[in-house]
């Protein structure tokens, strides 16, 4: 592993790789861009090209004892904290601190990577500014978030930024490949045509069960018509006790909805090779059909603001209820 080994982010590769090549690299720096991009996966690799014993300057070699044990994830001086039920929590703040006690015992820096570092409570964020605000030395802070909105703007200023892009559906593939899905062709490219640039959601979207609750699902949706609130009902339930797929759930509407957005605006369907759901495009004219841009734009803002609501323990069957009863009113 090294930094040769991250795919489709060479702009923030090579952005981390030249504060490690000038030996600066600061005290904290977010990794942020939306899920499923690499961040993590390059955050492991930082941990090696500056604790690399055999370091070729910008990057790590990959064989060294230092970068054998980080990639095996059981190096003593890195150190990765996750969130337990959904929260990161003072105390394990308070064991970084303790962590921070000593030393690095074999490398040079102590790295501590905290992922989903949004999902700091407020005591836990608290308790890290003041260490961010005077990192002990050879400490090195990588917080890795997709939702840096939610992050205290204290810690945020704390941190120099780098940001990861959706990755190429080129990347995407050769991702898969290296990883041998032995998936076919066909639902490789669906899967990665879904993805929106996430491998975590391209390997998602490659179990065929998956893909047929999506199937499922989106021709639901697309089948509503006027005053089917029984069906709105119906499917806002189902959601709702399906807490686990939430997430995959408001993307396949924003997806949904967003496709349908491009071919009101191009009828024709001129831009079909950028849709999400190309092998859904009848289904999807049909849903377009008589919905104007702004209202499908509209659809589209709600659907944000119930997504950045969902940290919050929302009812989520009452609030997807209200989202898809605007499909279905009377226009
Ligand atoms: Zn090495």
């Given at each position: ?67 054998r ?6 190096h003593?001086?890195v ?82 930024t ?36 996430s491998?975590?959601r391209?390997?998602?979207?490659l ?24 069906d ?100």
């Open positions: 592993m090294s930094f040769a080994e991250v795919i489709g982010q060479q702009q923030a590769v090579n952005q981390l790789a030249s504060m490690a090549g000038s030996g600066k690299v600061p005290a904290a720096l977010l990794l942020a861009g939306m899920e499923g991009v690499g961040k993590c996966f390059t955050a492991y690799q930082l941990a090696q090209v500056v604790n690399c014993r055999q370091s070729a300057a910008a990057d790590a070699c990959g064989t060294c004892p230092d970068c044990q980080i990639a095996r994830r059981v003593p001086d150190l990765l904290v996750e969130a337990e039920k959904n929260q990161i929590k003072i105390d394990q703040v308070r064991e970084i601190h303790h962590y921070l006690g000593f030393a690095p015992l074999s490398g040079r820096f102590k790295v501590v990577i905290i992922n989903d570092a949004h999902l700091l409570n407020g005591a836990a964020a608290n308790a890290l500014l003041k260490t961010l605000e005077e990192p002990p030395a050879q400490t090195i802070f990588l917080l890795v978030t997709h939702r840096q909105q939610l992050l205290l703007p204290t810690i945020l200023s704390r941190c120099i780098v940001m990861f892009k959706p990755l190429s559906r080129v990347a995407l593939k050769e991702i898969l490949s290296r990883q041998g899905t032995g998936a076919e062709a066909r639902l490789v490219e669906k899967a990665v045509a879904l993805s929106g640039g491998i975590s391209a390997r998602y979207f179990d065929t069960d998956n893909l047929s609750w999506r199937d499922d699902f989106l021709s639901r949706i697309g089948a509503l018509t006027p005053e089917s609130y029984e709105v009902f119906a499917l806002a339930e189902e959601v709702g006790r399906d807490a686990e797929r939430i997430d995959m759930t408001l993307y396949l509407l924003e997806t949904f909805f967003r496709d349908a957005l491009v071919l009101t605006m191009d009828p024709a369907g001129g831009g079909q090779c950028n849709l999400f759901h190309p092998d859904l495009a009848e289904l999807l004219q049909g849903f377009a059909a008589g919905r104007s841009a702004t209202e499908l734009l509209s659809l589209l803002e709600e659907l944000n603001r119930l997504q950045s609501r969902l940290l919050f323990n929302i009812n989520i069957r009452l609030a997807l209820e209200a989202l898809l009863m605007k499909l279905v009113a009377r226009r």
